[in-house]
């Protein structure tokens, strides 16, 4: 019996040593498992009370409880004791973050294509002497129809497949960016030079070039004299510096809309060929925007003076515009979300 209790004082000195120079959670963990696991000593002099007698378990007992619950504390103060130090150590490598160090692999976002392509149309003109001006994608009938020479018993409503935001208002999602013309007119007043690019709707099927979303850019120009001859130079000068090409071939056509007179088509040279492609079709042209001069009713709905002042007006599409620059062929994907094509502007 007295070996037993000198085994037990032994055993608790070891262990005392061993949880003092443990360092880390591994070597707590082996401690555990050599004192106090199904085979550790602890459990194994806890077995051999069971060769004892009733008196000498009385007198033994006590002091194997002791040294099974010194064990459990001492190991449980020294894991706190590691745990916190752990995450002071932590705390101070983070401290010291080195926001020189080259991370590989880090995944850059991108600007959204409908950003880059307004940048460069901003750019190109601004330098142009052109202001930028906005106009609301929720319009009144008035602004998109009745300013722009369109009256509810025009034909030409049926041109543009309309989205009425409800079957008594006289509102509506803008069907082209025209409307702006009034509403810069209005706040501007003459003369005048503006371009405006924004978002229109209209209830058509969706294909690979048309979209029931779709956006636009409007120009308007305003100052005594005005003439088609304005209208074509400033044309060209925008299409060359979008499309970095010198002297760009224009082509003009006649065609109508309400709200100029005359009323034109343009066509440009197609920048990426001489003989005919796929994307012009063969013709060596791409049609690309509607224009004319500005309506004399249109004028006087802007608070304008047609006697005085007169003015162009054109507007494209802006997706089919950049459908062109960056040789997209569907124009779905501009709204699609498909991260491997929107990465790659
Ligand atoms: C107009 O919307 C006139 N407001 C343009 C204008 C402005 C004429 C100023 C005269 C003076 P149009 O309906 O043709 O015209 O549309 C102009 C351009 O918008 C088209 O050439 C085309 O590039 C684009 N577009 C029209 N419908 C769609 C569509 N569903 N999806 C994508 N682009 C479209």
């Avoid at 099974?68 to 973050?97: D, I, N, P, Y």
């Avoid at 003369?191 to 229109?200: K, Q, S, Y």
Wanted: hydrophobic share 40%.
């Amino acid at each position: 019996m007295n070996s037993l209790k000198d085994e037990i004082q032994k055993t608790k000195t070891e262990l005392e040593h061993a949880i003092k120079q443990a360092s880390n959670e591994e070597s707590l963990e082996t401690i555990r498992i050599t004192y106090l696991g199904r085979n550790g000593r602890i459990t194994t002099l806890m077995e051999s009370l069971k060769k004892l007698s009733l008196e000498e378990k009385r007198l033994v007992g006590p002091l194997l409880n002791d040294l099974k619950l010194c064990a459990e504390s001492l190991w449980c103060e020294r894991g706190q004791v590691l745990m916190h130090e752990h995450l002071c150590q932590e705390a101070k490598r983070q401290e010291h973050f080195d926001v020189t160090v080259y991370r590989p692999n880090t995944a850059l976002g991108s600007l959204h294509i409908y950003t880059h392509i307004i940048r460069q149309i901003e750019d190109i003109f601004t330098s142009m002497g052109y202001a930028r001006a906005d106009g609301p994608e929720i319009e009144t009938e008035y602004y998109n129809f009745d300013a722009l020479n369109i009256p509810a018993i025009h034909p030409a409503r049926d041109m543009y497949d309309t989205i009425w935001i409800s079957d008594f208002s006289n509102m509506l999602l803008r069907t082209h960016t025209s409307p702006v013309q009034v509403r810069a007119m209005e706040e501007r007043g003459a003369p005048l030079a503006v371009f405006v690019p924004g978002r229109t709707y209209r209830h058509e099927a969706t294909d690979a070039t048309h979209d029931f979303m779709f956006s636009q850019v409007e120009g308007l120009f305003i100052d005594k004299n005005v003439s088609i001859a304005n209208l074509i130079a400033t044309s060209k000068a925008f299409l060359s510096a979008l499309f970095e090409v010198k002297d760009l071939a224009i082509r003009v056509r006649p065609s109508y809309f309400p709200f100029v007179e005359p009323g034109l088509e343009i066509d440009f040279s197609c920048p990426f060929c001489t003989t005919g492609c796929s994307l012009c079709k063969k013709s060596g042209f791409i049609e690309l925007m509607g224009a004319g001069l500005v309506h004399p009713h249109v004028l006087r709905c802007g608070g304008i003076d047609p006697d005085i002042y007169s003015g162009f007006a054109f507007g494209f599409g802006l997706e089919r515009l950049a459908m062109i620059k960056y040789g997209i062929n569907d124009i779905r994907l501009f709204h699609g979300n498909k991260l491997s094509f929107l990465e790659q502007f």
